[in-house]
């Protein structure tokens, strides 16, 4: 009894148990999924170290030598574009300050012409009162010439 026991376990380990055979397939595949990526993934590397190499070569030679000849071009084009914008900031500058000066100008003018006002009124009502006090002269002489004379 104890051999059936013993081959109906087996059996029924192989017909339920499948973990070995999976284990297995799981290997293989593991096993070609790591030589095709491991080969493709050092082709890769590859091509990379390739690309980095030819760039050190090549490339960064051209660029530092390429950046050598035009860098003197360029602070001159940045200092001259630099003394542009200066001027162009003095001018605004020069601008502001003379649109000040325009203003404080009208504001002076204005009080000019407000003190003008004030003297010309100052001087009307003085020559007001001296014709008023011409004319009372000469009416007071009309009289005392009127009162001498005969006629």
């Known amino acids: 009894m104890d051999r059936i026991a013993k081959d109906v376990g087996e059996i029924q380990s192989r017909l339920i148990d499948h973990r070995p055979v999976t284990q297995g397939e799981i290997r293989y595949f593991v096993r070609e999924f790591e030589e095709k ?8 590397l590859e091509k990379l170290n390739k690309m980095v190499v030819e760039s050190n070569e090549q490339v960064l030679p051209k660029c530092s030598e390429h950046m050598q000849e035009h860098l003197c071009d ?22 502001h ?14 009080e000019f ?18 014709v008023g006090r011409l004319s ?16």
């Open 37 to 44: 990526r491991g080969y493709r993934e050092s082709r890769l």
């Open 74 to 95: 360029v602070i001159t084009r940045l200092e001259a574009a630099n003394h542009m914008a200066d001027r162009v900031h003095q001018r605004e500058l020069e601008a």
């Open 113 to 130: 012409l407000k003190e003008q006002q004030r003297l010309r009124e100052e001087v009307d009502e003085e020559h007001a009162k001296a």
């Open 97 to 110: 300050q003379l649109e000040l000066s325009m203003e404080h100008c009208k504001e002076e003018w204005e």
């Open 136 to 151: 009372t002269q000469y009416s007071e002489m009309k009289k005392d010439l009127s009162k001498l004379s005969p006629f």
